[in-house]
């Protein structure tokens, strides 16, 4: 059975495999004060040349996320969003449940523009009765998007000058980020999400790890305590050096701005046989997932050689499904796909 | 000045200040024990043909709305409202606050309809990741609506049948259920909602009350310790007769089924005044209040001598505003405001 | 049957009750903004010296408790409350449900010491494992505390050095503020209140209003956009100035400090009383609140003539009693009490 | 240096590694739907004899026990824990950030008895006001305890007891249960726990896997749409098989019942050589935690050599420190030990 449903369905990359086996028969200082740990966090704050940056490894995207929201905003702050967000949709409402709403705006090929975001705020603060209602105190958005799209430099530069109009936080979810950083059309660094952002994450699980995420505060003195709240979240791993083990790996000669390239080519080849072939692409992104509209028949008849995500229906009779590449997909794997279109 | 701005600037009605006057020197039992209470439990029970149904007398709207939500939702479900619902909109996200989702869907004059929520729940256990969203679990409507619209008995025994189906609960916000009561239309009881929700309310801060709203739970069953849940929420009076003896005189006679009356008769004269005078009502509903499309000059020319209550911009020139009456608007009182259309 | 169960038994003081009679007819403007809140706040902030003071009208002391505890507190720290505080034992949980931790220590006759509270702070961050910890943030204490006792100018201060030291915040509950203000031994007035304290609030309830508690904060840059989180809690009046007027009625004429002399006059005649017939009395308080230990065979042939408030077993055979006086106690309701022991 | 500060120091059991090392290139079903994670949760049942038991592969001790409180109790109850217990101080207050109040009781050894849950219960419910007051939910308790004493069978009955005849609900926080199943006088098999407990988990961290605590329901009615509350919670792994092939590999041959055999040998060892050379030990427990009064010069002078916990001050003069074992420390490590006391 060809698995092209998600980036997360493989075991960790070689590299990584070999980086854990190699901590066998060793000890390690608990909590994340790690020597791996350490090692990853300093590799990371050159990276994004953001020497003070506080960094917590934390173990899913979904995590993430919900401690962000926890720490960057107040009570009486949410989350604008995407209408397509991963906060708004798949996270079983672990936004909410931290005591936050999710204010969603419609998105424009994945992403929230700066013109709506402005907006947005215009119009709350022009209602006579916003005391009444949910400030808004951050953009949630993601890199790539959960179209595969990406923000340009520019783009981000001007949701950085709403946010400081308006006092809004700025927080990118990357847990594709390695993708988006290997994509051709990219133009934003990890140190221009540094500068820019109030916190942002660089996503491991779908970029080689089998688990982490590398949580990023550049300025800390936002973030008190951080620790502390994520123990407080469960989010604290006793043996933190599992992830600090992988991401010391996956940042060792940044492994990490190019584990995702090969990834991005099967799937720009996919992209560009699907379209020759004729198939409806809704959306046409530079990364790593492919969005194909298909009769329900064709997908009902894929089904036993073929495993990839459902997306939504398509009208009655179609379905929009995601293909997606990582890492390791070969050329032969997807001569093997494109062989059943 | 003129204020039509809403149904809640008024002191009580006289029949229960007096009631509130004839305590003078006396003591009651705290917390909601006293005879004032109980009397006035027992003639909502009687009322809505309930015999059973628990009952707490709370302080305002949003306390009863989110108290309602935290005892009827379990974690991992949300609550379905109109995208014009108050909870959705004007309670400074205090749904969320509790830890539970607002699911919007689009409203019909103000209305959720069964045909939609129905739809929802279909393409949600449709999806193959809805085990990953928050599930739906409860509807949330308002009678009257936020429009002044009304749910008719079969409006509301469908909306009941999908909740059977789909396992949702059905809560019915009563900030203004006396002016539902009393209008013309109207053929849902007190006993018609104690028979298809789980839990509604009688306001009374809009309805001739200081403060106090009547939170109902017909099959107490389903709510376990609800007083502990009322003081965990900070929303136990320790002097709980003093909502409870408006109450009592509020069910004395029925007199809640007939103090919206005259509010509703005013309100159809005005509607049907601007109407003759050309005037644009985007809503124009059976209960107390009126929706008019105002040239932006004229509601600044107005600005002076009458309140009304900015609802939304329409367009760029012209607002739409919201004119409130209630159970002591005179008749010399609607002259003057048409007086100035 | 007597009545000397608890303070917030009665009908309001006559003047607030005139006061409330007054409003008849009249509108208001909602949510506090209204005239009668608006000179109430300005007397509050003239009685404390608090020019810039913000303060809130709520309904109820856990509501007040809670809210505070919200806005004061960082996710990762709890509130420091004496083993017997109100917050500890009998709020249903209300702070752990705003997700912080009470952290008890012992009292000493009521009241936490400076010394107690010190010490905890030193050993808290004296232990290598603190991070992992909740951290002190807040103090909470009752003025007069729940046995009825009083702190002192000097416990006060020296509770503030604590907190200046270890960046706790100062929290003072005052439901019953007006006995202690009251009391012959006191020398802590309201203007120290807001110099040393976050917050506090001069509670109505208890006090002679029906309902309200005025929530202080002199310094509210603390506390950004507290109207958007009282809403978010369902704590703000739709008709704010049900509270507002009372608390103007208070406030006038500084009626609040003279409101509980004559029940605090009363207490201590219960009290010398009870002393002489040879009572055992396990706290002897100078405000309107008397603990006496009763066998239980006295207590049980009390039951039909007299009710107060259970307070603990004392053994297997005696039990604590309450017995609480509030400001409308009379001479003769005193001697009907004492002809009982 | 030397390493006894714990027993989450060290990679994982070479099983383990072993079997982490052959994931390398396959691909797994995402979220726990994996043949790995399927084929550990039956090997649990069987072993459990629970064969309708509901098994979540979490990541960490604090997360598996916020989950349990979330899901256990309802929102007016409170757990019952020992004031030693990790839930009631080192985890940063996770259970009141979910809204829940720790009921602490004074230990015994280590151990909560049901005799004094009991009376607590009884007390309460005899307290007439308990109605305004945290409801006692469940019984949090952990085997081995934080002491590394062990509940016997007949306690654990006794506890499960009063369980039904106060309808509380029995979760057993199993962080180190490998040890306890190890232990010599351990007469508790994991049936046992499944048959007594509502829920419960097999620790992985601290038992030779890098991570992944094995939570258990035995009956699964009880905690509806776990998964989805699992996602809300930010605790779902995307590569879940990364803790199902662990869990897998230790229930394979019973692997976990064996694994801290030698851990609990070697802490035999130490506790007698301790004793022989006249150290105080506090407790004395029979699994891998030993526990040591020191003088603080000692310990001063140990610092360059060993690493141990800090646990607590024992007088001015003197700290108690733990020293723990685990399944790979050797009897070379231990003689090395024992040469610097």
Redesign the interface.
């Known amino acids: 059975m060809l698995?092209f449903?998600?980036d997360?369905?493989?075991?960790?990359h070689?590299a990584l495999?070999e980086a854990?086996?190699q901590?066998?028969?060793?000890?390690?200082?608990?909590y994340g004060a790690d020597v791996c740990s350490e090692r990853a966090r300093a590799r990371i704050r050159d990276l994004c040349d953001a020497p003070n940056a506080e960094i917590h490894f934390l173990?899913?995207?979904?995590?993430?996320?919900?401690?962000a929201t926890?720490?960057l905003l107040?009570?009486?702050e949410?989350v604008i969003a995407a209408d397509t967000g991963h906060v708004a949709?798949?996270?079983?409402?672990?936004i909410?449940?931290t005591?936050?709403?999710?204010l969603t705006l419609p998105h424009e090929n994945g992403k929230l523009t700066a013109a709506a975001v402005s907006q947005y705020c215009e119009n709350f603060y022009n209602?006579?009765?916003h005391?009444?209602?949910?400030?808004p105190g951050m953009i949630y958005l993601s890199q790539p998007t959960e179209y595969g799209t990406l923000y340009s430099l520019s783009d981000l530069q001007a949701l950085r000058r709403v946010c400081d109009q308006y006092k809004l936080r700025l927080y990118v979810d990357g847990a594709r980020l390695a993708y988006a950083l290997a994509a051709d059309e990219n133009d934003v660094s990890p140190a221009d999400l540094a500068a820019l952002c109030d916190a942002f994450y660089f996503g491991g699980?779908?970029c080689g790890a089998?688990?982490g995420e590398a949580f990023v505060v550049p300025d800390p003195t936002k973030t008190?305590?951080l620790?502390?709240?994520v123990?407080?979240?469960?989010?604290?791993?006793?043996?933190g050096f599992?992830a600090g083990v992988q991401f010391d790996r996956l940042m060792e000669d940044r492994l990490y701005l190019s584990v995702g390239r090969s990834a991005v080519q099967q799937a720009n080849r996919i992209r560009s046989c699907l379209q020759e072939k004729g198939y409806l692409q809704p959306v046409v992104a530079p990364t790593n997932q492919i969005f194909v509209s298909l009769e329900n028949d064709k997908l009902a008849s894929l089904k036993e050689k073929l495993r990839v995500s459902?997306w939504e229906?398509d009208g009655d009779s179609r379905t929009v499904v995601r293909i997606a590449t990582d890492w390791?997909t070969t050329g032969a794997d997807v001569d093997a796909l494109l062989a059943l279109f």
């Open positions: 698995d449903s998600s997360y369905t493989r075991s960790a070689p495999l854990i086996a901590t066998a028969g060793r000890q390690y200082l608990p173990t899913g995207g979904t995590q993430t996320n919900l401690l926890a720490v107040r009570s009486f949410g949709l798949h996270e079983a409402g672990a909410e449940h005591g936050h709403k999710v209602d006579e009765n005391d009444h209602m949910v400030f699980t779908k089998f688990c008190p305590q620790f502390t709240v123990k407080q979240h469960g989010a604290l791993l006793a043996k599992l459902f229906p390791a």
